[in-house]
C-alpha cells in the first residue's frame, strides 16, 4: 500500500504541490464565475421582479461606475431586453437608455430619433409612407421617425445591430422595449442594479408629440421613475435601494426637473463642434468655468465624449484638456462616453488592448464611471485589477515562493 505523503516540512514537494493544486482551483474557480455570468440568462424576463429588495446585493460605490451602453450592445442590437440582461449578467452597475415618445405618448427605448439604422422599418411596406424629412438640430434629416409611429405599430418592428462588423445573428428577433419594461429588467435582477435614461432629443420630442394634460416630454419621464420608486438623492438610502441618473445633452430640461426629483442628473456634453439643442451654446461656452459654476447646482456630473477630454490626432492622443479636473474641483462626477473594444475605436496609444485604455482612464484620468458597450470586459478588468483580488492572488503566490525557497 502507498503510503500518504504527510504535509510537513519534512516532505516541502507535497505542500508545494498541495499550494498549486489550490492555486489552479483558484484559477479555475474564478474563470468559471465569469464564464457563468457571460453565458446569459434565457431571453424572457418576469414583470416585475419576484426578487425581494433586502435579498439583494447592493450595488458597489467603491470604484468607478461600469455603465452598460444601450445595454451589452457590442453583443445584441442596442436597447433591446437580451442588451440590457446580458450586462447585468456580464457585471454592469448601470444600464443606460435613451428615452423618446411615440405618437400616442408612450415612452420608449431607441438612440436615434429615425429606425432606419438599428430596426427593420425598411422591409414594411405598410410603413413605406412614414418615411419623411424633418429638422432635427438645425439639419434637415430623413427617415422613419419614431415620434410618428405608435406603441402597437413599433412592436411590430424588430432590432438589429448598428455595426455591420458585430454579430448579426440576432437582427430580426427582438422588439423595441417601453421605458417601463426597461426599468422592470434592472428591477428583476438578482443584485441591485441602477437605471441610467437619458431624456432624448426634447427639443424635437416635444415639438411633434403632444399630451392632452399639456405636459411634455421632461414631465412624462420623471412621472415614470417616481412611479417605479426612484426619488433618492445621491448615495442616499433610498437612492441606494433604487440607483439611478437622469442624463441629457439639454440644460434646459435637466434644470426643468430640478424641482421635480432630487435624482442625480449628469450633464452630457458633445464633441467640440456640436451645439447644445436647446440653447444652442459652443462646446467653449458650456465647458467654461462661469459655465460650470452655474450647471452644478443643477447637475452633480457631467458625461463628456472622450475624445474631447484628450483629444487625438491621427489617433494618438495628445495632451489632456483640463475638464476632469475642473468637474472634479467643484465637486462634480466625470462619466465619459463610449468605450468599444474594436481596433477601430481604440487609439494607437492603447496597443489594440481594451484593457490598456481603461487603466488610463480609470488610474490615470481618474474618472467616476465610464459608458461601455462591452460590459463584460470593464467588469473583468476591474474585477482583476481591484485591491481585494490583488491581494489574494499575491499572497497565494507568496506562500507558494516562500514554501519552495523553504
Not at 4 to 12: C, E, I, R, Y
Not at 45 to 58: A, D, F, M, N
Not at 74 to 100: L, N
Not at 279 to 285: F, G, I, L, S, W
Amino acid at each position: 500500500m502507498r503510503r500518504n505523503m504527510a504535509l510537513t516540512s519534512k516532505n516541502p514537494d507535497a505542500i508545494t504541490l498541495l499550494l498549486f493544486f489550490c492555486c489552479a482551483l483558484f484559477t479555475v474557480m474564478l474563470t468559471s464565475a465569469v464564464v457563468s455570468v457571460s453565458a446569459g440568462r434565457p431571453l424572457t424576463y418576469p414583470l416585475p421582479s419576484s426578487v425581494p429588495l433586502g435579498e439583494k446585493q447592493v450595488l458597489q460605490t467603491f470604484r468607478a461606475y461600469n455603465v452598460a451602453h444601450r445595454g451589452s450592445n457590442g453583443e445584441f442590437p442596442e436597447e433591446t431586453a437580451p442588451a440590457y440582461m446580458r450586462a447585468i449578467d456580464e457585471g454592469a452597475d448601470f444600464i443606460e437608455t435613451d428615452i423618446q415618445a411615440t405618437k400616442d405618448g408612450i415612452l420608449v427605448c431607441n438612440h436615434d430619433v429615425t429606425l432606419d439604422d438599428t430596426t427593420d422599418v425598411a422591409d414594411h411596406k405598410e410603413f413605406a409612407d412614414r418615411r419623411t424629412t424633418y429638422e432635427v438640430q438645425w439639419v434637415n434629416t430623413t427617415g422613419w421617425f419614431v415620434v410618428d409611429f405608435t406603441l402597437a405599430e413599433l412592436k411590430t418592428l424588430r432590432a438589429k445591430q448598428r455595426y455591420d462588423f458585430r454579430d448579426q445573428q440576432y437582427n430580426g428577433k427582438f422588439q423595441l422595449i417601453t421605458f417601463e419594461e426597461y426599468i422592470s429588467i434592472a428591477l428583476d435582477a438578482k443584485r441591485t442594479v441602477g437605471i441610467y435614461p437619458e431624456i432624448k432629443n426634447p427639443v424635437f420630442v416635444n415639438k411633434h408629440v403632444k399630451w392632452s394634460d399639456g405636459k411634455k416630454l421632461e414631465d412624462r419621464f420623471v412621472e415614470t421613475l417616481q412611479k417605479f420608486g426612484y426619488t433618492g438623492s445621491y448615495l442616499s438610502e433610498d437612492w441606494l435601494k433604487r440607483p439611478a441618473f437622469i442624463q441629457s445633452f439639454a440644460p434646459s430640461s435637466l434644470v426643468y426637473i430640478s424641482n421635480q426629483t432630487k435624482l442625480p442628473k449628469i450633464f452630457l456634453i458633445d464633441d467640440v463642434t456640436i451645439r447644445t439643442e436647446d440653447t444652442n451654446q459652443t462646446y467653449d461656452v458650456i465647458t467654461s468655468d462661469s459655465y460650470f459654476n452655474y450647471i452644478k447646482d443643477y447637475v452633480m456630473g457631467i458625461g463628456p465624449w472622450k475624445d474631447t477630454v484628450v483629444p487625438p490626432l491621427e489617433n494618438y492622443l495628445q495632451r489632456a484638456t483640463d475638464l476632469i479636473a475642473k468637474a472634479h474641483a467643484l465637486g462634480m462626477q466625470v462619466h465619459p462616453y463610449t468605450f468599444r473594444n474594436e481596433n477601430s475605436f481604440l487609439h494607437f496609444d492603447f496597443h489594440q488592448d481594451p484593457y490598456v485604455e481603461y487603466h488610463f482612464w480609470i488610474n490615470k484620468m481618474g474618472v467616476d464611471g465610464l459608458f461601455t458597450d462591452f460590459t463584460g470586459s470593464l467588469h473583468r478588468y476591474q474585477e482583476w485589477t481591484s485591491s481585494s483580488e490583488k491581494q489574494t492572488l499575491q499572497k497565494i503566490a507568496s506562500m507558494v515562493s516562500s514554501f519552495k525557497r523553504g
